[in-house]
């Protein structure tokens, strides 16, 4: 067109064949508009910008007589962006389906779903620790603290109550544990770019490891523990810097798994001071200590009104017994009162540390060994404090022992060997032994007032056999869990100038969950499986590349990126969605990081 004039479209005449064609079938000497070109007013010249549009002849007239559009300004013609087309032999491929990405994890999730219904089926109603589990039952009857534990796992059966059945309980543990690998995944897809198949192999040890299986379906608090922990670490690593209500959400969970297990008031302290390191915020620190303290104080006193001193439980026994394994108390000399807890045998020859707290030969079980009037678990607290403080390096021995203990590829027999047969499942059931069990009460009295049955063990076929089968041949071994611990720690170690990054925190919390048990008590299998989903997070975010936000997700006004809100004053030129096949342009036809060739002119993003 000569002097670069703007072609006219007569009213109701078609478009030519170049115009439908787009921008394969446009003339030579017919260059497309380009995005962001300044409009040309008629002889060629660039229109400024703001000025007012010329008048056209055999432009459309509005009421007033004007030519174009209201106001009688004129009509802009029709400019139409072409798409670049695909390249040739390549079609546009169909959008993914989403599901196709958690494929690998969905199927991993369904076998762990499915081994736990054949526990349900095959064990009614459910497994049994003697004594631990007949002492939180007849808690649960009557809701009060507890004096050698946390109350937190009586109140969850308390609250199941109603159901009147202990199989309703081991059908809400076995979904705490499934929710627990979903936590471990979701963390993991949010925070590295790992693969779904990755992050589904990391979550597998919690959601098909028979061991894991087992202790759900045993009336314990180890379930109800891990799911807390596991959500908390969950929320204080679900952003670069956990909101203001995510971190009191975190410090209220703690405290929760606190009143429920008192190795989590270990965890609580570590993840607080890992929350500092990251630089969270004062805020949000705030919140997470003050969603802690006030539960906390609520149950001291509440422990109060039950044993005059404020507390969560009065369980010095526990540590006396592990000094029990290296006192020698010819060299630490302790007062009279003290010296009737000394062990009597050398020190060749000492039981396991858990042996002293239930065996009736145990000094602290003699009676008389207490002289009355004496507070034992005060009584048992000063003991251990001299032992320790007078003998460091051998209760850094006892304890790296006995911690040691986790990494054995068959099971170590501890404290005896019947252990290994509680902790796996069982060819038949036994009746209920027809002794005190808590409080002077039996067993099976205890398990008849809470569900109106005996509460003996029914093993049935063939879902205990496939149970069993199941459990002979998926089992997390000691040295397994060595290596995921060790892929944590490498990944704390490269992180190294960031303090460890996203890595520290869920791994210094698995690890406080592994080494403080053998050091305040005694090692014990089922101890170290609230550490696992930890370690296997630690483990998968020292492969994965952290990546803070997510793809694609922009925030106003950050002033990066395209979009509006890039521009100065925050204000910009929206994207403009590009074709398959244009750089920076996605294959399923959104927007890429810039712009198309071939057209003139640019987006503005700041």
């Keep these: ?45 660039p229109r400024a910008v703001g000025a007012a549009p010329d008048a056209v002849d055999g432009a459309p007239q509005d009421a007033g007589g004007a030519p174009g559009g209201i106001g009688g300004g004129m009509a802009y013609p029709e400019v139409r962006v072409a798409r670049m087309p695909a390249e040739p032999g390549k079609e546009r491929p169909r959008r993914r389906n989403p599901v196709l990405g958690h494929l690998v994890f969905l199927i991993v999730l369904a076998a762990g779903a499915g081994i736990r219904a054949a526990a349900v089926l095959g064990y009614q109603p459910a497994l049994w620790f003697w004594a631990d589990s007949f002492a939180y039952v007849n808690a649960g009857l009557d ?9 937190g796992y009586a109140l969850f059966l308390w609250l199941m109550r109603p159901f009147g059945s202990f199989p309703a ?41 028979a061991h894991q299986v087992q202790i759900e379906h045993m009336v314990l608090a180890e379930s109800l523990f891990t799911l807390l922990v596991t959500a908390a670490v969950t929320l204080a690593l679900w952003r670069d810097r956990p909101a203001v209500w995510q971190a009191g959400a975190a410090g209220l969970l703690l405290i929760a798994a606190s009143l429920t297990r008192t190795i989590g008031l270990a965890v609580l302290i570590v993840i607080l001071v890992m929350m500092l390191i990251r630089r969270v915020g004062w805020r949000a620190l705030t919140a997470a200590v003050m969603a802690s303290v006030v539960p906390l104080a609520a149950y001291a006193f509440w422990f109060r009104t039950a044993y005059g001193d404020f507390g969560l439980t009065k369980s010095n026994v526990f540590l006396w017994s592990r000094t029990m394994t290296f006192a020698d108390c010819d060299r630490l000399r302790p007062p009279e009162d003290e010296a009737r807890l000394c062990p009597t045998e050398d020190l060749g020859r000492r039981q396991a540390a858990p042996e002293y707290i239930w065996s009736p030969t145990s000094p602290i079980r003699i009676e008389g060994n207490v002289p009355k009037g004496t507070d034992k678990n005060e009584l048992a607290g000063r003991f251990a404090r001299r032992a320790i403080l007078g003998q460091p390096l051998d209760f850094v021995k006892a304890g790296l022992e006995d911690f040691a203990r986790t990494f054995k590829w068959t099971p170590d027999p501890y404290p005896d ?21 808590s409080r002077g009460r039996t067993a099976q009295e205890i398990v008849t007032e809470y569900s109106g049955e005996s509460g003996e063990l029914e093993v049935n076929y063939p879902y205990a056999g496939w149970v069993r089968d199941y459990q002979d041949v998926v089992l997390l071994r000691g040295p397994m869990i060595a290596v995921i611990l060790l892929l944590g720690l490498g990944g704390v170690l490269v992180r190294w100038r960031r303090l460890g990054g996203d890595v520290l925190l869920p791994w210094a919390a698995g690890m406080t969950l592994l080494m403080v048990p053998p050091f305040i008590a005694a090692f014990d299998h089922r101890y170290v499986l609230p550490a696992v989903p930890l370690l296997c997070l630690a483990a998968a975010l020292a492969f994965g590349a952290g990546r803070g936000s997510r793809p694609g997700r922009r925030r106003r006004g950050s002033g990066h990126g395209h979009g509006y809100g890039s521009g100065p004053g925050g204000l910009g030129t929206p994207e403009i969605p590009e074709g398959p096949g244009l750089p920076g342009g996605g294959d399923d036809g959104r927007a890429g990081p810039g712009p198309a060739p071939g057209l003139r002119g640019t987006v503005s993003g700041g």
């Design 1 to 45: 067109m000569p002097g670069g004039e703007l072609p006219r479209r007569t009213p109701g005449a078609s478009r030519p064949a170049a115009a439908r064609q787009g921008y394969g079938g446009a003339r030579p000497d017919a260059p497309p508009y380009a995005v962001g070109a300044a409009p040309q007013a008629p002889g060629g010249a």
């Design 143 to 151: 809701p009060r603290p507890m004096e050698s534990r946390p109350s």
């Design 417 to 437: 060997p019947g252990i290994l047969d509680v902790y796996r499942f069982p060819r038949s059931g036994t009746p209920l032994p027809q002794v005190a069990a």
């Design 169 to 209: 309980v081991m059908v809400a543990q076995h979904l705490m544990g499934l929710a627990t690998g979903v936590l471990i995944y979701a963390v993991i897809r949010r925070r590295t770019r790992l693969r779904g198949w990755m992050a589904a192999l990391a979550a597998a040890p919690v959601l098909l490891d």
